[in-house]
């Protein structure tokens, strides 16, 4: 009689570890450099001692440290969540959406959701200011009855997804161009989203594969159980059952609970877009906005200061977890900053390039960026590093300049839904409670037809001369 397998349980926090102390050996033996606009310079090599091995351990802190506004965020929108729910609003609401859509247009909503993440990924360029909006997504996603596979998945691929093939991105279009420029390959002064046709329809064809993608599984698992990649795992906490919340109207207070968070996600969108009162809000400023959404959620529900207090403990202490996670995550940049080695890896593997056509450059992009977006999940710090030294290569082989910068948005964009050192994938995750192997075994299918659709885009790209 063979005994039953148990699930493998990979501990996210010991994997992130491994990783750093891996690249905190490397450090000892890759040589350090520097890249300023492009120049590689190599730098003289440090000799190994306790300082530089004792970098492995100082990644951690230093790690948490550099990632402190997102962290605080997670734990603010934590304890701002416990603070809705004790006024019961939340429950309620969704209760009241979910039987105001019927079953009839479940499947629906998940299109909505997606592309409205989808939208906001790769026309703003947001993911980690989305943060405090995925917590009442899953629990939306779960209330309709799917599992919390396709809770993340609406969130992840939706969000990260739209960001890969974004149009008007920021932090990848935006950043590559604007570096074009100021070393001469394009204007001085000219649009920094050059070529949005071409985009836009690279990202409607990523957005219809998503939704595809997400909803056949999304229903297949909904009517068996048995093919749920997380019918295992125990959601009741995070989940909200429509069936159980008492069919009354919601009272004039949850009204005005909801609202508030309305207002708070409404001011977000417009103080990370075009400022309020001529300051463009930061994350640490929709932590603020969040914080203050709470206190006064908890006052609208009638709740003791001490009462909204405990609450706001409460729940940011169930969010700690997560935010330790983003900090630890963020420790392999940092160790391979302070051996100075980021820009040794990124010289030797753009050097690889040179000589070969102008497809295989643009498939060369996809893939080195890919790797690096491991080491460096920011995307507008790996574009102030590569545009000056991987788009001049590329021009040189024959490429124009926004394939270039094309092939590197595929490459940073992807690999964001894989890489475990990215912490935000890992806050996603953690929000629905799924195993990082789990989503490896739903997501990894999807990343082979996004670089497929990557390839063919390049491919279409070069011949119309984009």
Do not use: H
Not at 26 to 39: A, E, N, Q, R
Not at 384 to 396: E, F, G, Q, R, Y
Request: one cysteine or more; charged letters at 10%; glycine letters at 10%.
């Amino acid at each position: 009689m063979k005994k039953e397998r148990k699930p493998i349980a990979i501990n996210p926090f010991v994997l992130i570890f491994c990783v750093v102390f891996i690249c905190g050996l490397i450090t000892f033996i890759i040589t350090p450099g520097t890249l300023t606009d492009g120049v590689y310079t190599a730098l003289p090599r440090n000799k190994i001692n306790f300082d530089n091995f004792f970098n492995i351990f100082r990644a951690i802190p230093y790690g948490l440290k550099d990632s402190a506004n997102i962290m605080i965020l997670i734990l603010v929108v934590g304890g701002a969540l416990e603070i809705y729910k004790k006024t019961g609003a939340i429950d309620t609401g969704i209760s009241a959406m979910i039987n105001k859509f019927g079953a009839s247009s479940q499947t629906m909503l998940l299109v909505v959701l997606i592309t409205v993440f989808s939208a906001i990924g790769g026309f703003l360029g947001w993911i980690e200011v989305l943060i405090p909006f995925i917590p009442l997504v899953i629990a939306v996603v779960l209330a309709l009855g799917y599992d919390s596979m396709t809770a993340v998945a609406v969130c992840v691929v939706g969000v990260m997804g739209g960001f890969m093939a974004g149009p008007t991105n920021l932090y990848t279009v935006g950043v590559s161009n604007g570096i074009l420029q100021k070393i001469g390959i394009l204007p001085e002064g000219s649009d920094v989203f050059v070529g949005l046709g071409f985009r836009i329809t690279v990202w409607a064809v990523v957005t219809a594969v998503s939704i595809l993608y997400i909803v056949i599984y999304a229903n297949k698992a909904r009517k068996d159980s048995r093919k749920s990649l997380v019918a295992d795992i125990d959601v009741s906490d995070i989940s909200i059952d429509a069936g159980n919340v008492s069919s009354d109207k919601m009272t004039t207070p949850q009204i005005l609970v909801l609202l508030t968070i309305l207002g708070a996600m409404i001011l977000t969108v417009i103080g990370m877009k075009y400022g309020i009162n001529g300051v463009q809000w930061s994350i640490d400023d929709v932590s603020a906005i969040f914080f203050l959404s709470g206190i006064i959620a908890g006052f609208i529900g009638k709740m003791k200061a001490g009462d909204i207090s405990d609450a706001f403990i409460t729940g940011a202490q169930s969010a700690i977890a997560g935010a330790l996670i983003v900090g630890v995550a963020r420790g392999v940049y940092w160790i391979l900053e302070a051996g100075n080695i980021n820009a040794t890896i990124i010289y030797s593997t753009t050097e690889l390039l040179k000589g070969t056509s102008p497809l295989i450059a643009a498939i060369g992009i996809v893939i080195i960026v890919s790797f690096i977006n491991g080491l460096i999940p920011s995307g507008s710090g790996k574009g102030a590093l590569l545009s000056p030294i991987l788009v001049p290569i590329a021009v040189s082989l024959g490429l124009s300049s926004q394939t270039a910068v094309l092939a590197y948005q595929f490459g940073d964009g992807i690999t964001n839904m894989f890489w475990f050192s990215y912490g935000t994938l890992l806050i996603f995750l953690n929000y629905g409670k799924v195993p990082i192997n789990r989503w490896y075994k739903f997501i990894i299918p999807l990343l082979f037809i996004f670089f497929v659709i990557a390839f063919i885009s390049l491919v279409i790209a070069i011949n119309i001369g984009f």
